[in-house]
C-alpha cells in the first residue's frame, strides 16, 4: 500500500472566510477596547438654589429649622445641600360656604407654609438637576430630614446661581 499524497486547496472563498472573521474581530477590539477610553468628560455641574413648600405645619415646629443645617432626602437619606433661608406664612383654607355657594379663603388656625430656601452643587441631565443621586426638578416631592424636623414638600423654585 502505497502513501497517498493530499493537497491543501486554498481557494478564494477561504480568503474571504478569513477576512470577515479579521474585520469582525477588529470591528470588536475597537468598540469595547479603544473607544470607550476617550469617552470620560466630566458631567457639568452647576450650583443651584431651591425652594421647597411644606404645607400646614403646626406654628410650634416652625422654629426647629436653622439656616447652615445639610438638608437630607428622608427616604434615601441622599444629602440635598445646605439651608440658606427659611420662612413661614399663615396657612390658608379655601372652601366652599354652604349657605350661598360661594368660595371663601380663611386662615387655618394654628398651622403655617414653611419655605425652606436650600443651595447645592448638581449636574444637569436632560431631565432634571441630579443633586447627589436625587433627580431635582420644579414639582419634585421631597421627603426633608433634619436634626429637629422632618416632612414632606414639593419643589416650588429652582434657579441656577453661578
Known sequence: MGAKNKTVHFNIMDLLIILVVL???????????FSAKGE?????????RYVVEIK???DEFIDNVTVGENLTDASKLYPLGTIVAYESMPSTYTGT????????VGDYPEHSNMYITVEADAVISPQAYNVNGF????GTVIYVKL???????YCIKLEEIE
Open 97 to 104: 360656604n354652604k349657605m350661598d355657594g360661594t368660595i371663601t
Open 147 to 153: 436634626p429637629n424636623f422632618t416632612g414632606t414638600g
Open 23 to 33: 474585520a469582525a474581530g477588529a470591528l470588536l477590539l475597537y468598540v469595547f477596547v
Open 40 to 48: 470620560t468628560s466630566t458631567p457639568d455641574t452647576r450650583k443651584i
Open 135 to 138: 433627580e431635582l426638578s420644579v
Open 56 to 58: 400646614n405645619i403646626r
